[in-house]
Nanobody, 120 residues
Framework: QVQLVESGGGLVQPGGSLRLSCAAS????????MGWYRQAPGKERELVAR???????NYPDSVKGRFTISRGNAKNTVYLQMNSLKPEDTAVYYC??????????????WGQGTQVTVSS
């Protein structure tokens, strides 16, 4: 099985920064894409950052220039650095990895979610 564990959420003032972490474990052969999504109350889940296995990244305009996705030195770890946070960034953040497991199966796995609250 493949499992993801997130950490790093919390309460931060507008203009502040947070870094989210997502560590994957289990029967992973390779990672196709890494991504971070968020879901605010009453809204649909939306993409905030994605990185392909080749290192190509993409961000929606709402976070471009403020959020950065990166892969850790521990190869199955992904980070989301969030700077210049705004109250509208408040949401539950989820990491998502599309992996090929050791059985050759393509799987999309989600973390448990971590709350980010931006408020003064």
């Amino acid at each position: 099985q493949v499992q993801l564990v997130e950490s790093g959420g919390g309460l931060v003032q507008p203009g502040g920064s947070l870094r989210l972490s997502c560590a994957a474990s289990g029967n992973i052969l390779s990672i196709n894409t890494m991504g971070w999504y968020r879901q605010a109350p009453g809204k649909e889940r939306e993409l905030v950052a994605r990185m392909t296995s080749g290192g190509t990244t993409n961000y929606p305009d709402s976070v471009k220039g403020r959020f950065t996705i990166s892969r850790g030195n521990a190869k199955n770890t992904v980070y989301l650095q969030m700077n210049s946070l705004k109250p509208e960034d408040t949401a539950v953040y989820y990491c998502n990895l599309v992996v090929i497991d050791t059985g050759g199966i393509l799987r999309s796995k989600w973390g448990q979610g971590t709350q980010v609250t931006v408020s003064s």
